[in-house]
């Protein structure tokens, strides 16, 4: 049962795109997005510090690749500039 949950998170995962990261002070924010099967975009965002990463699944759905790009990014930096990650 516990693999099946695993293989689940692991498509979703496969199916993001990422976009140019950013250097945010120590962290890289790269925004990722991806198609849905309703036809709009998701968003998600990863941090990373080092070796480690946070990856965040954004709630709105988008219209474009690019709009959910943006809305991932911003969501990035608004977490990192406001030491939200602790």
Known sequence: MRSAG???RRQCFQKMIPTNAHEVGKYL???MTR????GEYAASVSIRRGM???VFRLI???QSAAQAAGYALA???HLVLNNQLA
Do not use: I, N, S, Y
């Not at 198609?35 to 309703?38: C, E, I, M, R, V």
């Open 6 to 8: 695993l293989l689940r």
């Open 29 to 31: 924010v790269t925004p």
């Open 35 to 38: 198609l849905t099967d309703t």
């Open 52 to 54: 480690h990463d946070r």
């Open 60 to 62: 709105p759905r988008f």
């Open 75 to 77: 969501q990035g930096h």
